[in-house]
């Protein structure tokens, strides 16, 4: 058995549970808490300002919806805080609050009694930023490829220098795709572990879908995930005019209205906010074609899309970008050239339907959660 630290990218385990635990280091990190290949594990929230978390947890406690820590003598929570808000974004800073956070990471373990833990970082600064001269292995998930997305963009430069960092002191790398680990290049062991699924949320009779589905034209077109500029408007509104008799239906946070202003003038096009996991299983099995209508960019490229996985879990047949993360993931994905017709990758997924028990069964065991936490404790404690 082994202690283990692991800490969060940039959420928190009550933001984990707020999210209803689907994205991987939230699987991750809950799964962490009953291994039985882990006798002592530090979970560590982001290290947040002190008035951000105050008000978080007034809001949390308001609302009545706190996640609680399966806290014991062998588990333990940290949550720790700073007065600054965000990282900083030069190089200095960032080394000093990095600095920081594993100090409070090392007292912490102390505390707990481990003496040379492995530590499993979500966080792309931490990996090549935090000294770790206390542990006796470092692992990188990188289960995003983050010099991909626009939002960080002031981080990218310090990101570049923290993955140089994890080239030249050989640390272990966790990837969810090739493109985000050849983003990151590693020196050190590395395997690329995709994403997966909870079999508890397939396997036996689905649960009920909104009430609203009920009243959606057939055959529906599912898409679920985040409604932002990774989605082939142009294609969608082709699709939707191409195939007036079926629902498009787009289920997921809203990030990018003006994105999706198009669709909305469509009749046979609904965008709906996002549901709880039950709701999203139960869709996905009443629904006739998974969408996967992405264009093709750094981001699309080096994901592990979800949701291909949730939809072949529940059995519904695919039409999705012809990108890397898709390939070989599994029968009934039909694939399509970004912007390209959609139609006729659609309309030959009706025509395959949807799969056996036996196969969709044989993809859930396959492609189980507990299978990827196998395979990431492998590098992590070897």
């Not at 530590?119 to 292995?137: D, H, K, Y």
């Not at 983050?146 to 966790?174: G, N, T």
């Amino acid at each position: 058995m082994s202690d283990l630290v692991f800490t969060f990218s940039y959420v928190s385990w009550q933001a984990a549970s707020d999210r209803g635990w689907f994205m991987p280091e939230d699987r991750l990190a809950r799964a962490l808490v009953s291994e039985a290949r882990i006798e002592r594990l530090l979970v560590s929230d982001l290290m947040r300002s002190l008035p951000a978390k105050l008000a978080r947890d007034l809001s949390t406690r308001a609302r009545g919806e706190r996640a609680a820590f399966p806290s014991s003598p062998a588990r333990r929570l940290l949550q720790p805080v700073r007065l600054r808000r965000d990282y900083p974004t030069s190089v200095a800073g960032v080394e000093s609050a990095c600095a920081s956070y594993d100090r409070r990471l090392e007292r912490a373990a102390r505390e707990m009694g481990m003496t040379e833990p492995a530590v499993i970082t979500g966080n792309p600064l931490m990996a090549g930023f935090a000294p770790f001269e206390w542990a006796r292995s470092v692992t990188f998930y990188a289960h995003d490829d983050w010099l991909a997305y626009p939002l960080h963009r002031r981080w990218w430069p310090v990101y570049e220098e923290s993955f140089a960092r994890v080239r030249a002191a050989e640390r272990r790398v966790c990837a969810v795709s090739s493109a985000a680990m050849e983003r990151i290049n590693p020196a050190g062991p590395a395997v690329v572990i995709p994403n997966g699924i909870d079999p508890v949320e397939w396997v036996g009779p689905p649960g009920a879908a909104p009430s609203w589905a009920a009243d959606l034209t057939k055959p529906v077109l599912l898409y679920v995930g985040s409604l932002d500029e990774r989605i082939d408007v142009p294609a969608l509104v082709s699709l939707a005019r191409e195939m007036p008799q079926a629902t498009l239906l787009l289920v997921g946070p809203l990030l990018d209205g003006e994105h999706l202003q198009p669709l909305r003038a469509l009749e046979n096009v609904e965008i709906r906010e996002p549901i709880g996991r039950d709701s999203v299983a139960a869709l996905i099995r009443s629904a006739d074609v998974g969408l996967i209508p992405h264009v093709s960019s750094p981001l699309t490229r080096a994901m592990s899309p979800l949701k291909l996985y949730e939809y072949l879990a529940g059995g519904l047949p695919v039409a999705a970008a012809d990108l890397p993360p898709v390939h070989g993931v599994g029968a009934g994905v039909q694939l399509v050239e970004p912007g390209g017709d959609y139609a006729p990758a659609v309309r030959e997924a009706l025509r395959s339907g949807r799969a056996s028990e036996e196969q969709r069964e044989a993809f859930i065991t396959s492609n189980s959660w507990s299978r990827r936490i196998e395979q990431i404790l492998d590098l992590a404690l070897a």
